[in-house]
């Protein structure tokens, strides 16, 4: 039997589907294992809903059992669940006053120049209304675009555009009032272009991203070559780091108004290998590391999972991603490759290393990579240097060919010049990679530069090699004054750890003022 789990907690900020088992084809375990896989295609979100949350009566576990469908974040048949979920797909805009919305969509025809696509129409599906009061925008489906002089891998010129929006609120029950904690809602985006190709239904409609009659929208791969620009309209509170799958970016940020800004975002498209690993669970005492870890991983739940006769696959969850990948890491496999992806969103957590990220009212970076797995948070500074963490398989599917690395770095210089303390000098930098051993490796390409306005720092490596290096970025003063012309760094602040119980739920919370989340209390 092929089982897939999910645990949703309290805990999680995003709530994110995960794929049906059959994605992985002949790699599945043919016996009970535990273990995790990655696929970018598991992202794919067309369609708005609300979905109020339930702990059963008594639990102590954390796990939302208890599942009931809204019409709306303020609809009264989900005002006595414990924690409210929505996603919101943004629609295209339709008025200059529109803050929440897809601007336009450019594709570069066969000469690589870059051309708007026109609207053609809303997938179908539930809209759900916006709610002034809990600041949650109004949600429709993936919007398709025309480009007609960009034709895709299935000769047509169609594209769809999905910017799927979410929002979570961790104590709605009882709360008689919805903007500030701890009524108000967690919130993040993701954005993502696909091209798209029709076909028949061929008995089920899992491998179509939606149904039109008898029509089946399955993606397609972009042209070679194929270069993409996405313009959204959208809250300036979703700021601070965004993370993308794609490659050789460029980054523009516009203030709209006091509430929204401006972005685009122009890149290529890129592919990410599935990822896997698993352990039979007959062969699980050879693993004593693995088992400790799925203690702590699954809780609870762990003694259940050693005995029970199904695979556990705990599937593509952002926030364990790294930890599943470093506790099977001499195990992980590629599958197939995931092609053409081209995406970006909100990361799960905050930089670290310097008060420079408290700032959240810009955008101040986005991290780009091909990597199946990466580290949630935005990158840490830590003496002197920006390092990022990402993984992947040493090895694509066929087991001989070099899984290569490709990793942007788009970074705000008013954000570089306040971690180092710089003037208004340019700024110059240094990538490089460390692998698991603690050796440099040879970048193939390394490309750094600075846009004329002096607003945004280019950093680039590429080719370098897995399972799981570590990118670190250090940066530099291009025709320094004397040390008594520079602006002092700002000194970071210490930061302590705490551990928090709700029940049989530790948290672990590092933070300059760490305090426990709701609910739980300090161990």
């Known amino acids: 039997m092929r089982a897939r789990v999910i645990s949703i907690f309290v805990v999680v900020a995003l709530l994110i589907p995960i794929t049906s088992a059959h994605s992985l084809g002949s790699v599945w375990p043919a016996v009970p294992s535990i273990g995790f896989s990655s696929s970018d295609n598991s992202l794919v979100e067309t369609k708005s809903y609300v979905t109020g949350l339930s702990f059963p009566a008594g639990a102590t576990t954390g796990l939302y059992s208890e599942r009931v469908t809204c019409n709306s974040v303020d609809d009264l048949a989900c005002s006595q669940v414990n924690s409210i979920f929505a996603q919101a797909i ?153 993370f993308g799958q794609m490659k050789n970016v460029n980054l523009d940020v516009k203030p709209l108004s006091t509430s929204a800004n401006l972005l685009r975002v122009e890149a290529n498209p890129i592919d990410v ?34 005995t029970s006769p199904n695979t556990i696959d705990t599937g593509p969850a952002p926030e364990w991603a790294m930890s599943d990948f470093l506790a099977f890491e001499d195990l992980v496999k590629s599958a197939e490759l995931v092609t053409s992806i081209w995406r970006f969103g909100t990361q799960s957590g905050t930089g670290s290393g310097s008060p420079c990220y408290a700032d959240k009212s810009k955008l101040q970076g986005l991290v780009t990579t091909n990597a199946p797995t990466y580290f949630p948070n935005p990158p840490t500074f830590v003496n002197g240097e920006l390092i990022y963490k990402v ?10 060919t070099l899984f290569k690395g490709s990793y942007d770095l788009v970074l705000r210089t008013d954000f570089a010049r306040c971690l180092y303390g710089f003037t208004k000098a340019p700024v110059q930098a240094k990538v490089s990679v460390v692998s698991t051993d603690g050796s440099v490796q040879d970048i193939a390409s390394e490309i750094i530069r600075e846009d004329d306005a002096h607003e945004w720092l280019y950093l680039s490596a590429k080719n370098f090699t897995f399972s799981s290096p570590t990118i670190k970025v250090k940066l530099s003063q291009v025709g320094a004054p004397a040390a008594a012309e520079k602006v002092p760094a700002a000194p970071a602040k210490k930061t302590t750890t705490i551990t928090c119980v709700k029940g049989k739920l530790t948290k672990k919370v590092t933070a300059v003022k760490a305090t426990c989340p709701t609910g739980y209390k300090k161990k």
Request: charged share 20%.
């Open 391 to 400: 993984a992947g398989a040493h090895y694509l599917q066929d087991g001989v």
């Open 273 to 306: 290998p599935k990822i896997y690993a698993y352990v039979a669970k007959s062969d699980l005492s050879k693993y004593p590391k693995i088992i400790d870890y799925w203690k702590e991983r699954r809780q609870q739940l762990a003694a259940d999972d050693f």
């Open 90 to 242: 943004l629609p295209p805009c339709s008025t200059p006053q529109d803050e929440m919305c897809v601007e336009s969509l450019e594709v570069t025809d066969a000469s690589g120049v870059l051309h708007k696509a026109t609207l053609g129409y809303e997938a179908p599906g539930e809209r759900i209304p916006a709610s002034k009061a809990r600041k949650v925008p109004a949600g429709g489906s993936a919007s398709v675009w025309h480009a007609k002089d960009s034709l895709n891998s299935a000769g047509l010129d169609e594209y769809a555009v999905s910017v799927s929006t979410t929002f979570q609120n961790y104590q709605n029950k009882g709360c008689t009032q919805y903007v500030t904690a701890p009524c108000g809602f967690t919130s993040g985006f993701r954005a993502r272009v696909f091209p798209i190709a029709h076909g028949a239904i061929t008995g089920s409609s899992e491998t179509c991203l939606w149904t039109e009659a008898q029509d089946c929208i399955r993606a397609a791969d972009f042209s070679a070559g194929a270069r993409v620009a996405l313009t959204l309209r959208i809250d300036n509170s979703l700021t601070g780091f965004l």
